[in-house]
Each structure stands twice: as C-alpha cells, then as structure tokens.
C-alpha cells in the first residue's frame, strides 16, 4: 500500500509541476490525486471508521485555510471594484527608471505583507501599463515585482499562503514571523534592486502617450477610499481578532466580511441595480480564483495521507540521517519551491515534522516561511506571482531566466544569510 501511495502523489506532483507543457490544469491533479490516495488507504486498510476520523480531521484543518482563502480574496476584489487601489497607485510619480524602481519595489514588499502576493503582483502591474510605454521596461518592472510581492508575502501571516498555512497550523504566531522574517526579506529584495538600479542608471521614465481608460464605471472618492480603507483594516485586524479572542484565523476573516458587506449595502442602497451590481460583494465571490481553491483543497488533502500513514515522518527521519544539518534542508525545500509549487512542499513539511518536536516559532518554521516564499521567485513558475505576471505581460520562460532568475537566486540566499546569521546572533 505505502508504495502505491507514494507512486500515486508523485505523478500527481508531476503533473501540478508540468502543469503548462501538459496543458492539464493543476486543479485537476490536486483533485484525482487526493481521491486516488484516499480510496487506496481506504480500501488498504482494516480499520474504516479510522480512516474516516483521519479523513475528517484532515478536513477540518484545510477547510480552515480555505475558508481563510475565500474570505481575504473576496475582500480583495471587492477593493478593487471601487478602483480601492487608486489610493496608492495615483501617488506614484517620478521621472527617473531607478527612482520608480525602487518606489516600486517597496510599495508591492509592503503591500504584498497586508494583501497577497498574488493580488499584489496584478494591482503593480496593471499600474505598470499606465506608467511605462516600454514593453521591455515593463518586463524588467514585472518580474522584479514578482521578486518583490514574494519577499514581501514572506514576513507576514497573511501575506503568503504557506505562510498562512504555518500560522493557521499553528507553526508561527503573528509578532514573531514578522520580527524574525522581515530583514532577510528586505535583503532578499534590497540586494537585486541595488544591481537593478545601477543597470538603469540614467534612464528616464518612457509614459505612455496617453492614459486609456479602462471602461469600468467610476466610484465616488468617497467609496472608493472608504472601502480601501475598510479592506485593508479588516485584513489588518485578523490577527488582532486571533490573539484578542483566541478563535482561528478564518473566523476573523469571515466576521470582517460580514461587516464589509453589510456596509457595501449601505453605501450602495440608494443606486439602481446596474449601476451598483458590479460593486457587490456578491458579484465579488463571483470574480474569485475558485480553481486555486479548489487546488488548496485537493493538495492538502493528498499530503494528509501520506502524513496519516507515517509517509512523511519516515521521509523527515531519512532527511535528517542524510543530509543532517536543518538548515541545508530548509534552504533545499526553497530552491525546489523554484520548480515545483510551494503550497504542497510546506503542507508536506508540516506533516513530516511535529509541533512536539519543533514548537511554535522555532528555527524551522521560521525559515521555512521565508524559504518557500522568496524560493519561488527564482524562476517564474515557481509562485503565484510568477505565473500571473508571465499572464499579465506575456512573459516568456527563459526570458525570465535569463534576465531575473540571477538576481532572485543572489537575494534568495543573502536572505538566507542573513537570516542565519540573525539567528546566531539574537537566537
């Protein structure tokens, strides 16, 4: 049985990894993995009522982070319908292509660090297109923004779905990932933009002729900075809400929804149902990834069987007999985050090393968040971000390779560097 289901997760693997030479969305392979695994566990073993305690246990713990998910990406569109992001985005102005780089850079870090990587990558680009005329400048832009948006999403519990994953499962608390994350990641982003800056040094800023608009009905200044403000707040307070009432994440996130919605209505109740439906909340569940969803759900739950029939314990026992050191492990599952997708490599580490044995906060899930968040950026697949910039831009593979994947490598391991050192020096 433990054979089969080991050949079993590592095609389904493959098949997320190939996801775009096979044409085969990676949902798909989430989802037949994760019945496959179960019905061969299930048919394998003795004890069926077992099986389906472990079955509904593993579901309670991804339906955590998914309802997570849905809350924080609703919450995110409904911002962007009132055009929310214009609050940040319309302060942007200079005329120097280092100057907006930098500018750049930092807005999507810290960004990113309160909405998502992912969210954060779509909101710097789309600003990109109305900035910059040069198509090769915005290739440049968008993937140092996917450097960015990752090394940003990496300090903060909400910032970053393995990063979330960790601190919904308990492996992180919200103050200790930001204190003992946030330098290595301002070094994983600060080191390429330093040799991104001296590259564009002298260059002036190419604006396009004319800025077109985009066809979606204007919000009133008010709306729009009220429901950005709200958005954020509501983001901002989850972990406030976690530690104040000691309820999971998912539970603030859900609550603050409630809140936005109601007052969505509010504020909308007095227009005429075509010209406030696009302004919904409930038009905004509509505009959510729901095939992400549905893949955090079909990977998780493959991962939980091989956790549940002691797969990933023995593979974190030969981990250590080979290789020995942890920190030359977690640096390894980071650099692999490049290739392979960093959602099941964390689920995977959370299932093969115990909270008995590596406590909350420790070394290990500390610099497994940063790891798996800033690994994916070295080659543009290996991320969210990536996959919507190459979308967005039209970003060819090597392109990227050939012109980003350097410079993320070099940020990636200066921020393990530094991270390291950091801990030998302050614990």
């Known amino acids: ?7 079993i997760f590592v095609i389904a693997y493959a098949a997320i990894a190939l996801e775009h030479p096979i044409k085969i969305n990676k949902s798909s392979s989430a989802l037949l993995g994760a019945g496959l695994l179960w019905s061969v566990y299930a048919l394998s073993s003795g004890d069926h009522h077992q099986v389906g305690h472990e079955l509904n246990e593993s579901l309670a713990s991804t339906a955590q982070i998914v309802f997570f998910l849905i809350g924080a990406m609703t ?10 992001f214009e609050v940040i985005t319309s302060r942007i102005r200079t005329t120097k292509l280092s100057s907006l780089m930098w500018l750049v850079g930092f807005v999507t870090f810290f960004l990113s660090s309160v909405l ?35 090394a940003g999403g990496a300090w903060s519990p909400i910032g970053d779905v393995t990063t979330t994953m960790l601190w919904i499962g308990g492996q992180i608390t919200t103050l200790a990932i930001m204190k003992g ?40 200044p008010f709306e729009r900075n ?24 998912f539970m603030g996130i859900l609550f603050g929804l409630g809140i936005l919605w109601l007052v969505g209505d509010l504020v909308h109740r007095n227009k005429e149902e075509d010209d406030k439906i696009h302004l919904t909340l409930a038009h905004a569940l509509m505009k959510i990834d729901m095939s992400s ?26 981990l250590n007999q080979t290789v020995g050191r942890l920190d030359v492990i977690v640096t390894l599952i980071g650099i692999v985050s490049a290739i392979v997708d960093n959602v099941p490599l964390v ?10 044995q590596y406590p909350p906060d420790s070394f290990l899930w500390e610099f497994m968040a940063y790891c798996a968040g800033t690994g994916g950026s070295i080659l543009i697949i290996g991320s969210a971000a990536g996959v919507a910039a190459m979308g967005l831009e039209k970003i060819h593979f090597f392109w990227y390779v050939k012109r980003i994947s350097g410079l993320a490598l070099i940020g990636y391991f200066c921020g393990v560097a530094a991270y390291l050192v950091q801990t030998k020096l302050f614990g």
């Not at 049985?1 to 050949?7: A, F, I, S, W, Y």
């Not at 946030?182 to 600060?190: A, D, R, T, V």
């Not at 991104?196 to 040094?201: I, P």
């Not at 995977?348 to 115990?354: I, L, R």
């Open 293 to 318: 969803i549905v893949f955090f759900i079909g990977i998780l739950l493959s991962v939980a069987t091989l956790e549940h029939t002691h797969i990933l314990n023995a593979l974190a026992t030969w």
């Open 75 to 84: 919450i995110v569109e409904v911002v962007d319908a009132h055009n929310g």
């Open 116 to 150: 998502d990587n992912l969210t954060t990558t779509i909101v710097m680009i789309s600003l990109m297109k109305k900035l910059l005329d040069n198509h090769e400048d915005r290739l440049f832009f968008a993937g140092m923004i996917v450097v960015a948006a990752n």
């Open 347 to 356: 689920a995977a580490s959370m299932g093969m090393y115990s909270l008995a």
């Open 181 to 220: 994350v946030l330098i290595p990641s301002l070094i994983n982003l600060m080191v390429p933009l330093l040799v991104v800056s001296w590259m564009l040094k002298g260059r002036e800023v190419v604006a396009p002729a004319r800025a077109e608009g985009n066809g979606q009905p204007q919000t009133a």
């Open 226 to 249: 009220l429901m950005f403000c709200m958005g954020i707040g509501i983001l901002v307070s989850v972990p406030i809400f976690k530690t104040v009432t000691h309820l999971p994440p």
């Open 1 to 7: 049985m433990l054979t089969m289901l080991v050949v």
